[in-house]
């Protein structure tokens, strides 16, 4: 039975519209959730690739949060035995942070929606390309990488250079949010945490705004994703007990 390994932070960032394209294949999730279990010492021989999910927290609290670094020795481990790997957000930051890159606060916040541009290999990309030239994509981050060295990269903002990365042929690092739907871009405008974080942002922009935008574009970036998702997805592959043989 296939097992994909997923790395969960806090119980508001969760798979979003990934989920159901990986239970679609036939896969399980095993969630290792390190708010509920900090001390989780997750383990990936079971497993055929591995997803880390977004977070609040940044790579510099490894001090306070010593999951952080379990989880880099973790991703440094599965990009050693060949496995697919896809960071977003937090997750990218921490997959680039494996790969030797470093990892700071950006000079400026950017949440809410943004135009990402591919680069010339992005566009060519067998998994991202199906964002094309441009898209507007739903970001919430105030920290951003450097590319880590070997590594492509595949998509940029006006405001934040580093939006998305290849490593190998299977390790993918995601800025942003596409596996989002609006009832969780709600939900997070309606957290006290995430709310404080849209205003010492300093924006211009209110969660109206953003609802206003998101019922403009979800649609549009909630397509791309899904091909985007199911092209990673191809690079696990899918679960034997998915793959019906052929009857006369």
Known sequence: ??????????????????????RRRGHRVKFVNFERDPDARPRLDRYRGLIVLGGPMNVEDRESRPHLQTEIEVIGEAIAQ????????LGAQLLAHALGARIQRHRCSEIGWYDVATTDDGRDDPVLAPLGAALPVFQWHGYT???????????????????????GTNAYGFQFHLEVNKALIERWLGLPGYRDDLIAAGLGRDADSIR?????????????????FNNFLDLIGTSARRRAPATS
Do not use: W, Y
């Not at 296939?2 to 990934?18: D, K, Y």
């Not at 990488?145 to 490593?167: I, K, S, W, Y």
């Open 212 to 228: 206003a935008d998101t019922f403009a574009r979800i649609d549009a970036m909630q397509n791309a994703a899904h091909a985007v």
């Open 1 to 22: 039975m296939s097992r994909i390994l997923v790395f969960q932070h806090v119980a508001a960032e969760p798979l979003g519209t990934l989920d159901p394209l990986i």
């Open 145 to 167: 990488f450097d590319m880590p060295a070997g590594a492509v990269h595949l998509a940029r903002t006006p405001t934040c250079e580093n939006q998305a990365f290849r490593h």
């Open 82 to 89: 060949g496995k697919p790997v896809l960071g977003i957000c």
